[in-house]
Protein backbone atom coordinates (compact mmCIF):
# COMPACT_ATOMS: atom_id res chain seq x y z
CA UNK A 1 0.00 0.00 0.00
CA UNK A 2 1.10 3.55 -1.07
CA UNK A 3 2.21 5.59 2.11
CA UNK A 4 -0.82 6.80 3.48
CA UNK A 5 0.80 10.08 4.64
CA UNK A 6 1.57 10.82 1.09
CA UNK A 7 -2.07 10.97 -0.61
CA UNK A 8 -4.10 14.33 -0.85
CA UNK A 9 -7.16 15.14 0.85
CA UNK A 10 -9.11 14.42 -2.15
CA UNK A 11 -7.52 11.29 -2.57
CA UNK A 12 -7.81 10.64 1.32
CA UNK A 13 -11.15 10.71 1.12
CA UNK A 14 -12.12 8.64 -1.66
CA UNK A 15 -9.72 5.78 -0.34
CA UNK A 16 -11.64 6.03 2.90
CA UNK A 17 -15.18 5.83 1.02
CA UNK A 18 -13.76 3.12 -0.81
CA UNK A 19 -13.15 0.93 2.03
CA UNK A 20 -9.16 0.95 1.38
CA UNK A 21 -8.11 2.04 4.34
CA UNK A 22 -10.23 3.33 7.53
CA UNK A 23 -9.74 6.59 9.42
CA UNK A 24 -7.60 4.92 12.47
CA UNK A 25 -5.44 3.88 9.79
CA UNK A 26 -4.73 6.78 8.19
CA UNK A 27 -5.04 8.79 11.34
CA UNK A 28 -2.08 6.24 12.83
CA UNK A 29 0.14 6.85 9.97
CA UNK A 30 0.25 10.66 10.48
CA UNK A 31 0.35 9.88 14.17
CA UNK A 32 3.84 7.97 13.52
CA UNK A 33 4.76 10.23 11.01
CA UNK A 34 4.53 13.22 13.39
CA UNK A 35 6.40 11.14 16.25
CA UNK A 36 9.66 10.62 13.77
CA UNK A 37 9.69 14.04 12.19
CA UNK A 38 8.62 16.29 14.98
CA UNK A 39 12.01 16.49 17.14
CA UNK A 40 13.46 17.78 13.77
CA UNK A 41 10.95 20.13 12.47
CA UNK A 42 8.75 21.34 15.52
CA UNK A 43 5.95 21.70 13.35
CA UNK A 44 3.51 20.86 16.10
CA UNK A 45 3.55 22.31 19.80
CA UNK A 46 1.00 19.94 21.43
CA UNK A 47 0.35 16.42 19.60
CA UNK A 48 -3.28 15.12 20.68
CA UNK A 49 -2.86 11.51 20.19
CA UNK A 50 -5.88 10.09 22.27
CA UNK A 51 -8.15 12.54 21.08
CA UNK A 52 -7.28 11.61 17.57
CA UNK A 53 -7.36 8.00 17.79
CA UNK A 54 -10.92 8.25 19.34
CA UNK A 55 -12.01 10.81 16.92
CA UNK A 56 -11.05 8.49 14.48
CA UNK A 57 -12.40 5.68 15.88
CA UNK A 58 -15.81 7.01 15.91
CA UNK A 59 -15.41 8.73 12.59
CA UNK A 60 -15.47 5.28 11.25
CA UNK A 61 -18.03 4.21 12.94
CA UNK A 62 -20.32 7.00 11.58
CA UNK A 63 -19.00 6.30 8.21
CA UNK A 64 -20.21 2.54 8.59
CA UNK A 65 -23.25 3.70 10.20
CA UNK A 66 -23.47 5.68 6.41
CA UNK A 67 -23.01 9.28 8.38
CA UNK A 68 -20.03 10.23 6.47
CA UNK A 69 -19.49 14.26 6.70
CA UNK A 70 -17.45 16.06 3.55
CA UNK A 71 -14.22 15.26 5.30
CA UNK A 72 -15.03 12.35 7.33
CA UNK A 73 -11.81 10.66 8.54
CA UNK A 74 -9.41 13.42 7.33
CA UNK A 75 -7.10 13.69 10.00
CA UNK A 76 -5.54 17.74 10.22
CA UNK A 77 -3.34 19.99 12.32
CA UNK A 78 -4.96 22.74 14.11
CA UNK A 79 -3.25 26.64 14.23
CA UNK A 80 -2.80 26.81 18.06
CA UNK A 81 -4.36 30.58 17.32
CA UNK A 82 -7.83 28.35 17.24
CA UNK A 83 -9.50 27.69 20.83
CA UNK A 84 -10.07 24.14 21.04
CA UNK A 85 -12.27 23.07 23.46
CA UNK A 86 -10.54 21.21 26.48
CA UNK A 87 -7.18 21.69 24.98
CA UNK A 88 -4.09 23.95 25.18
CA UNK A 89 -4.35 26.66 23.02
CA UNK A 90 -1.58 29.44 23.39
CA UNK A 91 -0.81 31.26 20.32
CA UNK A 92 2.48 30.07 21.15
CA UNK A 93 2.45 32.98 23.46
CA UNK A 94 4.35 32.34 27.70
CA UNK A 95 1.39 34.96 28.49
CA UNK A 96 -1.22 31.91 27.76
CA UNK A 97 0.70 29.84 30.01
CA UNK A 98 -1.77 26.54 30.05
CA UNK A 99 -4.75 28.23 29.08
CA UNK A 100 -7.32 25.41 28.16
CA UNK A 101 -10.55 27.29 26.62
CA UNK A 102 -13.66 25.84 27.42
CA UNK A 103 -15.17 26.58 24.07
CA UNK A 104 -14.34 25.84 19.89
CA UNK A 105 -13.79 28.08 17.73
CA UNK A 106 -16.36 28.47 15.06
CA UNK A 107 -13.85 26.74 12.46
CA UNK A 108 -12.47 23.99 14.27
CA UNK A 109 -16.27 23.30 15.00
CA UNK A 110 -17.27 23.64 11.70
CA UNK A 111 -14.41 21.05 10.44
CA UNK A 112 -15.27 18.57 13.06
CA UNK A 113 -19.13 19.16 12.09
CA UNK A 114 -18.06 17.63 8.73
CA UNK A 115 -15.63 14.70 10.00
CA UNK A 116 -12.09 16.10 10.52
CA UNK A 117 -9.77 14.34 12.83
CA UNK A 118 -7.68 16.72 14.99
CA UNK A 119 -4.01 15.77 15.04
CA UNK A 120 -2.87 18.34 17.21
CA UNK A 121 -1.91 22.33 17.79
CA UNK A 122 0.54 23.62 14.90
CA UNK A 123 3.54 26.07 16.22
CA UNK A 124 3.12 29.83 15.07
CA UNK A 125 4.83 33.26 15.56
CA UNK A 126 3.54 34.35 18.95
CA UNK A 127 -0.01 35.82 18.53
CA UNK A 128 0.72 35.23 14.55
CA UNK A 129 2.84 38.19 14.70
CA UNK A 130 6.42 37.20 12.47
CA UNK A 131 6.86 36.05 9.12
CA UNK A 132 9.45 33.05 9.95
CA UNK A 133 8.03 31.36 12.90
CA UNK A 134 10.81 32.88 15.15
CA UNK A 135 8.69 34.63 17.74
CA UNK A 136 7.20 31.21 18.79
CA UNK A 137 7.80 31.16 22.45
CA UNK A 138 7.81 27.20 21.85
CA UNK A 139 10.58 28.19 19.51
CA UNK A 140 10.76 28.13 15.77
CA UNK A 141 9.73 25.87 12.76
CA UNK A 142 12.13 24.56 10.81
CA UNK A 143 11.38 24.27 7.05
CA UNK A 144 11.54 20.44 5.82
CA UNK A 145 13.21 21.50 2.62
CA UNK A 146 16.96 22.82 2.74
CA UNK A 147 18.87 24.67 -0.13
CA UNK A 148 20.93 22.46 -2.18
CA UNK A 149 22.75 19.67 -0.22
CA UNK A 150 23.23 22.82 2.76
CA UNK A 151 21.85 21.42 6.10
CA UNK A 152 21.52 25.00 6.74
CA UNK A 153 18.00 25.16 8.86
CA UNK A 154 15.57 26.98 6.55
CA UNK A 155 12.13 29.08 7.78
CA UNK A 156 9.28 27.48 7.00
CA UNK A 157 8.04 31.01 6.93
CA UNK A 158 5.19 32.94 9.44
CA UNK A 159 3.13 33.24 11.07
CA UNK A 160 1.12 29.96 10.28
CA UNK A 161 4.70 28.21 9.76
CA UNK A 162 3.29 24.61 12.25
CA UNK A 163 0.76 24.81 9.50
CA UNK A 164 2.95 24.93 6.39
CA UNK A 165 5.83 22.50 7.59
CA UNK A 166 3.50 19.66 8.74
CA UNK A 167 1.34 19.68 5.33
CA UNK A 168 4.49 20.00 3.36
CA UNK A 169 6.21 17.23 5.33
CA UNK A 170 3.33 14.89 5.32
CA UNK A 171 2.54 15.46 8.70
CA UNK A 172 -1.35 16.05 7.85
CA UNK A 173 -3.54 15.89 5.17
CA UNK A 174 -4.11 19.96 5.45
CA UNK A 175 -4.29 22.37 8.07
CA UNK A 176 -6.51 25.50 9.53
CA UNK A 177 -3.98 28.85 9.05
CA UNK A 178 -4.81 32.23 10.12
CA UNK A 179 -3.83 35.58 7.75
CA UNK A 180 -3.66 39.22 8.80
CA UNK A 181 -0.60 40.52 6.62
CA UNK A 182 0.28 37.49 4.95
CA UNK A 183 0.41 34.56 7.02
CA UNK A 184 -0.81 31.94 5.09
CA UNK A 185 -0.10 32.66 1.73
CA UNK A 186 4.14 33.40 2.42
CA UNK A 187 4.67 30.55 4.52
CA UNK A 188 2.54 28.42 1.50
CA UNK A 189 4.52 30.10 -0.54
CA UNK A 190 8.35 28.98 1.09
CA UNK A 191 6.96 25.33 1.44
CA UNK A 192 5.50 24.81 -2.14
CA UNK A 193 1.99 24.33 -0.65
CA UNK A 194 -1.30 25.83 -1.21
CA UNK A 195 -3.18 28.53 1.09
CA UNK A 196 -6.10 30.53 0.70
CA UNK A 197 -6.96 33.73 2.42
CA UNK A 198 -10.71 34.05 1.47
CA UNK A 199 -12.51 37.23 1.85
CA UNK A 200 -12.43 39.00 5.13
CA UNK A 201 -16.03 37.68 6.79
CA UNK A 202 -16.02 33.92 5.09
CA UNK A 203 -14.63 32.35 8.48
CA UNK A 204 -15.79 33.17 11.56
CA UNK A 205 -13.15 34.86 13.84
CA UNK A 206 -15.21 33.35 17.31
CA UNK A 207 -12.73 31.59 19.26
CA UNK A 208 -9.71 32.39 17.21
CA UNK A 209 -7.16 34.33 19.26
CA UNK A 210 -7.68 38.25 18.02
CA UNK A 211 -4.67 39.69 16.63
CA UNK A 212 -5.33 43.07 14.45
CA UNK A 213 -9.44 41.98 14.02
CA UNK A 214 -10.09 44.16 10.83
CA UNK A 215 -7.41 42.36 9.05
CA UNK A 216 -7.68 38.43 10.86
CA UNK A 217 -9.01 35.99 8.30
CA UNK A 218 -9.03 32.23 8.63
CA UNK A 219 -8.18 29.55 5.77
CA UNK A 220 -6.81 26.34 5.40
CA UNK A 221 -2.95 25.23 4.17
CA UNK A 222 -3.23 22.26 1.83
CA UNK A 223 -1.70 20.16 -0.69
CA UNK A 224 -3.79 21.07 -3.71
CA UNK A 225 -5.77 23.85 -5.17
CA UNK A 226 -8.49 21.28 -4.51
CA UNK A 227 -7.87 20.09 -1.52
CA UNK A 228 -7.89 24.02 -0.34
CA UNK A 229 -11.19 24.52 -2.20
CA UNK A 230 -12.78 21.75 0.36
CA UNK A 231 -11.19 23.03 3.47
CA UNK A 232 -12.63 25.91 3.24
CA UNK A 233 -15.66 25.24 2.50
CA UNK A 234 -15.69 23.89 5.48
CA UNK A 235 -13.93 26.27 7.36
CA UNK A 236 -16.67 29.38 5.89
CA UNK A 237 -19.82 30.26 6.73
CA UNK A 238 -21.84 32.63 8.35
CA UNK A 239 -21.64 32.71 12.10
CA UNK A 240 -24.02 35.08 14.18
CA UNK A 241 -21.32 35.02 16.79
CA UNK A 242 -18.65 37.43 14.73
CA UNK A 243 -19.91 40.52 13.50
CA UNK A 244 -18.52 40.86 10.96
CA UNK A 245 -19.19 37.22 9.24
CA UNK A 246 -20.97 37.19 6.19
CA UNK A 247 -23.91 36.31 5.45
CA UNK A 248 -23.75 35.34 1.75
CA UNK A 249 -24.26 31.47 0.96
CA UNK A 250 -20.99 29.44 0.01
CA UNK A 251 -20.58 28.96 -3.64
CA UNK A 252 -18.97 25.44 -4.67
CA UNK A 253 -15.27 25.66 -4.63
CA UNK A 254 -14.40 22.66 -5.31
CA UNK A 255 -16.52 22.98 -8.52
CA UNK A 256 -15.26 26.47 -9.41
CA UNK A 257 -11.45 24.01 -9.34
CA UNK A 258 -12.87 22.70 -12.46
CA UNK A 259 -13.90 25.40 -14.13
CA UNK A 260 -12.54 26.63 -17.72
CA UNK A 261 -10.60 30.15 -17.37
CA UNK A 262 -10.84 30.75 -20.95
CA UNK A 263 -11.99 34.34 -21.88
CA UNK A 264 -11.29 35.58 -18.37
CA UNK A 265 -9.48 39.18 -18.13
CA UNK A 266 -6.13 38.50 -15.52
CA UNK A 267 -4.75 41.63 -13.75
CA UNK A 268 -0.93 42.26 -14.14
CA UNK A 269 0.06 45.26 -11.71
CA UNK A 270 2.78 47.31 -12.45
CA UNK A 271 3.68 48.26 -8.89
CA UNK A 272 4.57 44.26 -7.51
CA UNK A 273 8.32 44.50 -7.96
CA UNK A 274 11.08 45.63 -5.51
CA UNK A 275 14.60 46.46 -5.59
CA UNK A 276 16.48 43.22 -5.29
CA UNK A 277 13.65 41.36 -6.06
CA UNK A 278 15.46 37.98 -7.70
CA UNK A 279 15.32 37.23 -11.17
CA UNK A 280 13.81 34.02 -10.75
CA UNK A 281 10.81 35.67 -9.32
CA UNK A 282 9.93 37.97 -12.31
CA UNK A 283 10.40 34.79 -14.64
CA UNK A 284 8.60 33.09 -12.14
CA UNK A 285 5.49 35.75 -12.81
CA UNK A 286 5.87 35.96 -16.35
CA UNK A 287 5.92 32.11 -16.70
CA UNK A 288 2.38 32.54 -14.58
CA UNK A 289 1.28 34.95 -16.91
CA UNK A 290 2.32 32.72 -20.04
CA UNK A 291 0.30 30.17 -18.27
CA UNK A 292 -2.81 32.12 -18.21
CA UNK A 293 -2.86 33.32 -22.11
CA UNK A 294 -2.26 29.62 -23.19
CA UNK A 295 -5.65 29.01 -21.38
CA UNK A 296 -7.14 31.14 -23.48
CA UNK A 297 -6.90 34.39 -20.92
CA UNK A 298 -6.59 38.17 -21.70
CA UNK A 299 -3.64 39.78 -20.04
CA UNK A 300 -4.46 43.37 -18.68
CA UNK A 301 -1.83 45.54 -17.51
CA UNK A 302 -3.47 47.57 -14.57
CA UNK A 303 -1.78 49.92 -11.79
CA UNK A 304 -2.53 49.69 -7.80
CA UNK A 305 -0.73 52.82 -7.39
CA UNK A 306 -0.74 53.47 -3.64
CA UNK A 307 0.99 49.80 -3.30
CA UNK A 308 4.24 51.41 -2.27
CA UNK A 309 1.88 52.85 0.80
CA UNK A 310 0.47 49.48 1.78
CA UNK A 311 3.39 48.43 4.04
CA UNK A 312 3.78 51.06 6.21
CA UNK A 313 -0.17 51.15 6.32
CA UNK A 314 -0.18 47.42 7.49
CA UNK A 315 2.38 48.33 10.72
CA UNK A 316 0.11 51.33 11.82
CA UNK A 317 -3.22 49.58 11.77
CA UNK A 318 -2.05 45.84 12.71
CA UNK A 319 -0.11 47.18 16.15
CA UNK A 320 -2.65 49.71 16.82
CA UNK A 321 -5.38 46.95 16.46
CA UNK A 322 -3.45 44.69 18.27
CA UNK A 323 -2.18 46.91 20.91
CA UNK A 324 -5.83 47.20 21.94
CA UNK A 325 -6.56 43.59 21.54
CA UNK A 326 -4.08 42.44 23.91
CA UNK A 327 -4.52 44.70 26.24
CA UNK A 328 -6.51 41.65 27.88
CA UNK A 329 -3.80 39.84 29.25
CA UNK A 330 -3.21 41.09 32.37
CA UNK A 331 -2.61 38.48 34.22
CA UNK A 332 -5.89 38.20 35.87
CA UNK A 333 -8.17 36.45 32.98
CA UNK A 334 -6.19 34.20 31.40
CA UNK A 335 -3.24 32.04 31.30
CA UNK A 336 -0.04 33.01 32.86
CA UNK A 337 0.38 35.78 35.74
CA UNK A 338 3.57 36.68 37.70
CA UNK A 339 4.01 38.38 40.75
CA UNK A 340 4.23 42.07 41.40
CA UNK A 341 4.72 44.24 44.42
CA UNK A 342 0.74 45.33 43.98
CA UNK A 343 -1.68 44.87 41.26
CA UNK A 344 0.18 47.52 38.60
CA UNK A 345 3.06 45.43 39.40
CA UNK A 346 1.48 42.11 38.58
CA UNK A 347 0.43 43.63 35.43
CA UNK A 348 3.61 44.99 34.58
CA UNK A 349 5.36 41.88 35.31
CA UNK A 350 2.87 39.54 33.81
CA UNK A 351 3.28 41.21 30.66
CA UNK A 352 6.65 42.21 30.74
CA UNK A 353 7.76 38.30 31.12
CA UNK A 354 4.54 37.38 29.02
CA UNK A 355 4.91 38.98 26.33
CA UNK A 356 8.33 38.17 23.52
CA UNK A 357 10.06 41.26 21.86
CA UNK A 358 8.36 41.14 18.90
CA UNK A 359 4.93 41.43 20.42
CA UNK A 360 5.83 44.21 22.95
CA UNK A 361 6.95 46.23 20.10
CA UNK A 362 4.35 45.80 18.18
CA UNK A 363 2.38 46.89 21.35
CA UNK A 364 4.25 49.94 21.59
CA UNK A 365 4.08 51.18 17.94
CA UNK A 366 0.34 50.32 18.43
CA UNK A 367 0.01 52.80 21.55
CA UNK A 368 2.21 55.17 20.30
CA UNK A 369 0.30 55.58 17.01
CA UNK A 370 -2.86 55.67 18.61
CA UNK A 371 -1.72 57.90 21.75
CA UNK A 372 -3.78 61.45 21.43
CA UNK A 373 -1.02 63.43 19.99
CA UNK A 374 -0.18 61.44 17.02
CA UNK A 375 -3.93 59.50 16.33
CA UNK A 376 -4.58 62.04 13.17
CA UNK A 377 -1.03 62.00 12.01
CA UNK A 378 -0.60 58.53 12.03
CA UNK A 379 -3.67 56.04 12.80
CA UNK A 380 -6.15 58.22 10.81
CA UNK A 381 -4.03 58.59 8.41
CA UNK A 382 -3.33 55.02 7.80
CA UNK A 383 -7.14 54.51 7.94
CA UNK A 384 -6.91 57.01 4.66
CA UNK A 385 -4.41 55.59 2.75
CA UNK A 386 -6.11 51.85 3.07
CA UNK A 387 -9.72 53.36 1.39
CA UNK A 388 -7.25 54.97 -1.19
CA UNK A 389 -5.54 50.86 -1.66
CA UNK A 390 -9.31 49.38 -1.68
CA UNK A 391 -10.44 51.76 -4.06
CA UNK A 392 -6.85 51.10 -6.43
CA UNK A 393 -8.09 47.14 -6.78
CA UNK A 394 -12.08 48.57 -7.27
CA UNK A 395 -11.28 50.14 -9.86
CA UNK A 396 -8.42 47.53 -11.56
CA UNK A 397 -11.36 44.93 -10.83
CA UNK A 398 -13.76 46.81 -12.73
CA UNK A 399 -11.60 45.74 -15.78
CA UNK A 400 -10.38 42.18 -14.34
CA UNK A 401 -11.72 39.38 -13.18
CA UNK A 402 -8.67 38.12 -11.39
CA UNK A 403 -5.01 39.43 -10.48
CA UNK A 404 -1.89 37.28 -10.61
CA UNK A 405 1.50 38.42 -8.85
CA UNK A 406 4.23 37.04 -7.38
CA UNK A 407 3.34 36.02 -3.48
CA UNK A 408 6.64 36.77 -2.31
CA UNK A 409 9.64 38.77 -2.66
CA UNK A 410 12.10 35.88 -2.21
CA UNK A 411 12.61 32.06 -1.50
CA UNK A 412 12.34 31.06 2.07
CA UNK A 413 15.63 32.30 4.05
CA UNK A 414 17.60 30.83 7.02
CA UNK A 415 16.68 30.90 10.37
CA UNK A 416 18.45 33.63 11.98
CA UNK A 417 19.31 35.63 8.72
CA UNK A 418 16.74 38.22 9.42
CA UNK A 419 16.54 38.21 13.34
CA UNK A 420 17.84 41.54 14.03
CA UNK A 421 16.00 43.39 11.22
CA UNK A 422 12.60 44.00 11.73
CA UNK A 423 12.31 46.01 8.86
CA UNK A 424 13.65 43.40 6.39
CA UNK A 425 11.41 40.74 8.00
CA UNK A 426 8.39 43.19 7.30
CA UNK A 427 9.36 43.18 3.46
CA UNK A 428 8.24 39.86 3.44
CA UNK A 429 4.57 40.76 3.72
CA UNK A 430 5.20 43.31 0.58
CA UNK A 431 3.02 41.28 -1.88
CA UNK A 432 0.15 39.97 0.08
CA UNK A 433 -1.00 42.76 3.06
CA UNK A 434 -2.76 44.62 -0.06
CA UNK A 435 -5.73 42.05 0.06
CA UNK A 436 -5.47 42.04 3.53
CA UNK A 437 -5.82 45.81 3.56
CA UNK A 438 -8.58 45.41 1.24
CA UNK A 439 -10.56 42.73 2.45
CA UNK A 440 -10.26 40.69 -0.87
CA UNK A 441 -9.44 36.48 -1.35
CA UNK A 442 -5.83 35.68 -1.93
CA UNK A 443 -4.68 32.00 -2.90
CA UNK A 444 -0.94 31.63 -2.96
CA UNK A 445 0.12 28.23 -4.95
CA UNK A 446 3.63 26.66 -5.73
CA UNK A 447 4.94 27.16 -9.18
CA UNK A 448 8.51 26.14 -9.30
CA UNK A 449 11.99 25.73 -7.64
CA UNK A 450 14.80 28.21 -7.90
CA UNK A 451 18.31 27.63 -8.44
CA UNK A 452 18.45 26.79 -5.10
CA UNK A 453 15.92 23.72 -5.36
CA UNK A 454 13.58 25.94 -3.16
CA UNK A 455 9.62 26.77 -4.26
CA UNK A 456 8.47 29.75 -5.60
CA UNK A 457 4.76 30.65 -5.20
CA UNK A 458 2.71 32.54 -7.54
CA UNK A 459 -0.67 34.50 -6.00
CA UNK A 460 -4.16 35.02 -7.62
CA UNK A 461 -5.93 37.68 -5.88
CA UNK A 462 -9.83 37.83 -6.47
CA UNK A 463 -12.47 40.33 -6.13
CA UNK A 464 -14.57 40.50 -2.66
CA UNK A 465 -16.54 37.46 -2.47
CA UNK A 466 -15.48 36.10 -5.58
CA UNK A 467 -13.13 32.89 -4.27
CA UNK A 468 -14.29 30.84 -7.05
CA UNK A 469 -12.50 32.67 -10.20
CA UNK A 470 -9.78 32.41 -7.42
CA UNK A 471 -9.94 28.94 -7.18
CA UNK A 472 -10.36 28.68 -10.57
CA UNK A 473 -7.56 30.45 -12.14
CA UNK A 474 -4.91 28.82 -9.56
CA UNK A 475 -6.00 25.39 -10.51
CA UNK A 476 -5.62 25.98 -14.05
CA UNK A 477 -1.96 27.12 -13.30
CA UNK A 478 -1.71 24.23 -10.98
CA UNK A 479 -1.90 22.36 -13.74
CA UNK A 480 0.41 24.27 -16.09
CA UNK A 481 3.06 24.50 -13.58
CA UNK A 482 2.75 20.50 -12.67
CA UNK A 483 4.97 21.29 -9.62
CA UNK A 484 5.76 17.76 -7.99
CA UNK A 485 8.73 18.65 -5.85
CA UNK A 486 8.78 17.49 -2.55
CA UNK A 487 11.45 18.03 0.28
CA UNK A 488 13.42 15.11 1.05
CA UNK A 489 12.52 13.97 4.33
CA UNK A 490 15.98 14.04 6.13
CA UNK A 491 15.14 13.37 9.44
CA UNK A 492 14.12 9.78 8.70
N1 LIG B 1 4.13 38.91 8.90
C1 LIG B 1 3.03 39.80 9.20
C2 LIG B 1 3.16 40.33 10.60
O1 LIG B 1 4.12 40.02 11.22
C3 LIG B 1 1.73 39.11 8.97
C4 LIG B 1 1.33 38.22 10.08
C5 LIG B 1 0.01 37.56 9.86
O2 LIG B 1 -0.53 37.55 8.75
N2 LIG B 1 -0.53 37.03 10.92
O3 LIG B 1 2.35 41.04 11.07
Redesign the pocket.
Given at each position: MTDLTSITLAEALDGLEKKQFSSAEITGAFLDAIAKANPHLNAYVLVTEERARAQAKASDARRAAGKAGPLEGAPLGIKDLFCTEGVRSTACSAILGEFTPTYESTVTANLFRDGAIMLGKLNM?EF????SNETSHFGPVVSPWRRGNEDAKLTPG??SGGSAAAVSADLCLGATA??????IRQPAAFTGTVGVKPTYGRCSRWGIVA?ASSLDQAGPIAKTVEDAAMLLHSMAGHDPKDSTSLPNPLPDFRAATRRSIKGMKIGVPEEYRVDGMPAEIEALWRQGIEWAKAAGCEIVPISLKHTKYALPTYYIV?PAEASSNLARYDGMRYGARASGRDLVGVYEQTRAKGFGAEVQRRILIGTYVLSAGYYDAYYLRAQKVRQRIAEDFRQAFAKVDAILTPATPSAAFALGEKGDDPVAMYL??IFTVTANLAGLPALALPAALDKQGLPLGLQVIGKALDEESVFAVSAELERAAQFRAKAAKWWL
Open positions: DAMGSGSTDTGGSFAND
